[in-house]
Each structure stands twice: as structure tokens, then as C-alpha cells.
């Protein structure tokens, strides 16, 4: 079974859902995590999915999505993991993010890691490659990746990776008293930044769940 980066990506994020909520996502939830304009685009995706035999879909329900067990992780190495009860999780490395984009879109996945399912809490989604040291007393080095959950919301005190503007940064996000949005370095070297949502794009891409440092 060969599935495109998309159909991967769309597989691993099926599973880690049913992983951490106990039920799999609406097609709306679906196009939501994918920047799709239509749930439409993700049904179309399911269909896909299931053709190739990775999922089975149920008539007639809004979460009738089922991952089977043994779907393949892909041709890069990861082959042959079983999705739902196997003990890797095969994650998308994002790499440069085109303005505007969606971060999972196909052109910004850059390689693809297996990954003990042990390892994070809660389950990532896909693995951000760090630039630069702003967050380095927060144990995240240049280099480094790190494992991220994605979800649109986030409590203040949480390091997040954010979209503002044209740029993905890894920060910790401060709100305050009279609801200002704050992204926080981990490094004396960098300036606070204050957010601004009705002059700037800003989105919560996801939560950094995790450091993954190669020697």
C-alpha cells in the first residue's frame, strides 16, 4: 500500500485522535487540522484511504471512521508499522512554511520519523525543526526537533509553536490580566513580542510536547 504525504499525514492524524480522545474526528474536524476550505476535500481524502485499505468508513455516521490495523507508515522506512496498536508512530517532519499556507500542507513535509508511541503525552502530530536559540533555557536547542500536538488553543505558560505574520515560531505564550498575547524566548539575548490579532496573523499551530536531539 502506497499512500501520498497527504494520505500519511491524514492517517497518522486519524490515529493519534483516536488515540487521544477514545472516538475518531467529524470531517469537519478533519479539514479544520488541514486548512481544507470544504469538509468536502476531507471526505474526498477519506475515500482515498480507504481504497488504498488503510481505513474503513461507516455509512450513514459523522465519526464513522475506522484506521485498520496493519496500514502501512509510508516508503521512507516506516513501512509496515501498524497504526493503531504498533509501538511507532510514523510523525511528518514540517520544514519551511510558505506565508499563509497550511503547516501540514504536502510541499512542507520535509521527511517522516517513526517514533516510540511512549514517548510524548499528548500524541504529536508532527516534528518542527528549531532555528535559532531564543528558546534555549527551556532545554530547546538550534537544531533540535521537537514534537509538536496541534491544536488551535493554548494556556498561558505553555510553549507553543505560532504562526504571526509570515513566520512559525517556537514560544512560550503569556496572557495577560487584560487579555494581550505575549510570545515569551527562553533567552535573555531575545525581546518579548507582543501580539497584536488586529494588526498581525496569529494562529496557535500546537504544543510543544517534546524534544527529540540528535547526536
Request: proline residues 7%; aromatic residues 4%.
Amino acid at each position: 500500500m502506497q499512500l501520498t504525504d497527504r494520505q500519511q499525514a491524514i492517517l497518522d492524524f486519524l490515529t493519534a485522535f483516536q488515540a487521544g480522545h477514545g472516538y475518531p474526528p467529524t470531517r469537519a474536524e478533519i479539514a479544520r487540522a488541514f486548512g481544507f476550505s470544504q469538509a468536502r476535500s476531507a471526505e474526498d481524502h477519506l475515500r482515498a484511504l480507504a481504497a488504498k485499505g488503510a481505513i474503513a468508513l461507516e455509512g450513514g455516521r459523522s465519526r464513522g471512521i475506522r484506521v485498520l490495523a496493519g496500514a502501512g507508515a509510508g516508503d521512507d522506512g516506516d513501512a509496515g508499522a501498524p497504526p493503531a496498536a504498533a509501538d511507532l508512530l510514523s510523525l511528518p517532519l514540517v520544514g519551511r512554511v510558505a506565508a499563509g499556507a497550511p503547516i501540514l500542507s504536502d510541499a512542507h513535509i520535509a521527511g517522516r520519523y517513526a517514533l516510540d508511541r511512549a514517548l510524548f503525552r499528548p500524541r504529536p502530530h508532527f516534528l518542527l525543526r528549531v532555528e535559532g536559540d531564543s528558546m534555549r533555557e527551556a532545554g530547546i536547542l538550534d537544531g533540535d526537533l521537537i514534537a509538536v500536538h496541534r491544536t488551535p488553543v493554548a494556556e498561558s505558560g505553555q510553549i507553543v509553536v505560532a504562526r504571526l505574520d509570515d513566520e512559525i515560531t517556537v514560544k512560550r505564550l503569556r496572557r495577560g490580566a487584560d487579555g494581550g498575547l505575549t510570545l515569551l524566548p527562553a533567552n535573555p539575548d531575545y525581546a518579548p513580542i507582543p501580539v497584536d490579532p488586529a494588526r498581525q496573523v496569529f494562529a496557535i499551530e500546537g504544543l510543544h510536547v517534546g524534544v527529540i536531539r540528535r547526536g
